[in-house]
C-alpha cells in the first residue's frame, strides 16, 4: 500500500474513532449499532492489508499534534525524489521549492476538509481545535525545515576559489 494510501486509511479510522466516540457519548444506541457493526465489517475488509482489528490499531498510534505532524510531514516529503525525476532539467532550487509549495497546498485543503469533518461531527471544539492548529504550525515548520535541509549548496566565485586553492596545497 502507498504512503499515501496509508495516510488516508489512517486519516479515515481516525475520523471513524472519533465518530464512535460521539455516538457512544449521545446514547444514541441504533445508530451506535450500526457503527459498530460497520467497523467490523471494514476491519474484516482490511484485514488483507493491515491484519486484524485496522481500525483500533490505527487509532492506537501517536495521535499527538507531534505524531500526526510527523508522520504527515515524512509521509508527504518521501515524495521529493520522484517529485524532482518529473522535472528534469528544471532548476533544483525551483523543483524543491514548487514541490514545498504543492505539499503546503495540499496540506492546507486537507486541513480544511479535517476541520469541515469535525464541525460536522460537532467536535471541533476546546483541545482538538487548539490540537488540529498546534499540528498544523509543526507540519509547516516541518515543511520549512526539509526545504532549508535539502536547499542546494551555491558556490560563489571566492568559495570555488578558495577550494582550488585548498585542493592544489593538498596535491
Do not use: C, W
Not at 457493526?37 to 493491515?50: P, R, S, V
Not at 504527515?72 to 521529493?80: E, G, K, M, W
Request: charged share 20%; hydrophobic share 35%.
Amino acid at each position: 500500500m502507498s504512503p499515501v494510501a496509508k495516510a488516508k486509511a489512517e486519516f479515515n479510522a481516525s475520523v471513524v474513532q472519533a465518530s464512535l466516540s460521539v455516538s457512544i457519548k449521545s446514547s444514541n444506541e441504533p445508530m451506535s449499532m450500526v457503527l459498530k457493526t460497520a467497523l467490523t465489517g471494514i476491519n474484516e475488509a482490511l484485514k488483507g492489508d493491515f491484519g486484524d482489528d485496522a481500525i483500533q490499531n490505527a487509532t492506537s498510534q501517536d495521535n499527538t499534534p507531534e505524531g500526526t505532524a510527523g508522520r504527515i510531514v515524512s509521509l508527504s516529503t518521501a515524495f521529493y525524489e520522484a517529485y524532482k525525476q518529473q522535472h528534469p532539467g528544471q532548476d533544483e532550487s525551483q523543483t524543491l521549492n514548487d514541490f514545498v509549495n504543492t505539499l503546503k497546498k495540499g496540506v492546507d485543503q486537507g486541513f480544511k476538509e479535517a476541520r469541515e469533518v469535525l464541525q460536522g461531527l460537532n467536535v471541533l471544539n476546546g483541545d482538538i481545535s487548539s490540537n488540529i492548529d498546534k499540528t498544523y504550525d509543526l507540519v509547516q515548520k516541518g515543511f520549512d525545515d526539509f526545504l532549508a535541509a535539502h536547499q542546494p549548496q551555491q558556490t560563489t566565485p571566492s568559495t570555488d576559489a578558495r577550494n582550488d586553492s585548498n585542493r592544489a596545497k593538498a596535491a
